[in-house]
C-alpha cells in the first residue's frame, strides 16, 4: 500500500507512481462495470463505447473473477451486430405488411398473395399472416370468377351468368363488386332476363307453328267431296 511504501522509506516519486497507478486501477474498474452493466442490459452500443475505453488502456483487464474487457467487447459487439440484423429483418417485414395491406384494400389480390407469401417466406408464424392469406386467394378466387360471369352478362348469355353468379353467392352470399354491385342482385336480374328470354322463344315458336284450319274457316267455294 501507499503507507507501507512510505513506511519503508520509497521515494516521493515511487509514491506517485504507486498512487497513479493505484487510481488507473479504479477507474478501469469503474468503467469496465459501467461497461458490464451496459452488457446485461443488452444496451449493446453503451456497452461497446464504455468497453472500448477500457481496452484502449489495457486489452485484457478484468476485474477478479470476472472476464477480460477485450473478450466482453467481443461479445458485445457479435451481439450487437445480431440485434441490428433481427432489427433490419424486422423492418422488411414491416414494410412487406404495409405494401399487403395496401394492395388488400385495392382489392389487388394476386399482388397481395405474393407479398404475404414473400413473408411466409422468413416469418411464416407472422401475426394474422395465414388468415390473410386465405382471405387473399379467396377473393381473387371470386374476382376471376366474377369477371366470367360479368363477360356472360355482357354477351347477354343469361344461364351461363347464373350459373356462375350462383357458385360465387354459395361461397361469399354477400359479395360485392366495387363496379357492379352485389352479386345477388345481379343473379336476380340474369334469372330474369333468362325468364322473358325464355317466354320470347316460346312466342317465337307459338307464331311459327302451322294452324290447323276448321271447317267453318275454310273458303266457300270449296265443296265437300262427293261420297
Same mark, same amino acid.
Given at each position: 500500500t501507499l503507507n507501507q511504501l512510505q513506511k519503508a522509506g520509497a521515494s516521493d516519486t515511487d509514491v506517485a507512481s504507486k498512487r497513479a497507478e493505484v487510481k488507473r !486501477?479504479?477507474?478501469?474498474?469503474?468503467?469496465?462495470?459501467q461497461g458490464l452493466a451496459h452488457f446485461q442490459a443488452q444496451r449493446w452500443q453503451d456497452a461497446i463505447a464504455v468497453l472500448k475505453r477500457v481496452v484502449r488502456t489495457e486489452p485484457k483487464y478484468a476485474p477478479p473473477k470476472q472476464e477480460q474487457a477485450d473478450a466482453l467487447l467481443a461479445r458485445a459487439q457479435q451481439a450487437y451486430q445480431s440485434f441490428e440484423k433481427e432489427q433490419e429483418k424486422a423492418r422488411?417485414?414491416?414494410?412487406?405488411?404495409? !405494401?399487403?395491406?395496401?394492395?388488400l384494400a385495392e382489392r389487388d389480390w394476386q399482388h397481395a398473395i405474393e407479398l404475404l407469401n414473400q413473408i411466409n417466406k422468413t416469418s411464416p408464424d407472422a401475426p394474422g399472416l395465414t388468415s390473410k392469406l386465405a382471405t387473399a386467394k379467396r377473393q381473387r378466387d371470386l374476382a376471376s370468377k366474377f369477371a366470367t360471369a360479368q363477360s356472360h352478362l355482357q354477351a347477354g348469355q343469361w344461364q351461363a351468368a347464373s350459373a356462375v353468379l350462383q357458385t360465387i353467392i354459395s361461397t361469399e352470399p354477400d359479395y360485392c363488386d366495387p363496379t357492379w354491385g352485389k352479386a345477388s342482385t345481379l343473379l336476380s336480374m340474369a334469372q330474369n332476363e333468362q325468364v322473358q328470354l325464355g317466354n320470347a322463344q316460346t312466342r317465337k315458336s307459338v307464331e311459327r307453328a302451322p294452324r290447323k284450319e276448321s271447317e267453318n274457316e275454310r273458303p266457300a267455294n270449296l265443296t265437300r267431296p262427293s261420297e
Open positions: !486501477q479504479r477507474d478501469l474498474e469503474a468503467l469496465y462495470n422488411q417485414l414491416a414494410n412487406l405488411y404495409r !405494401q399487403a395491406e395496401e394492395r
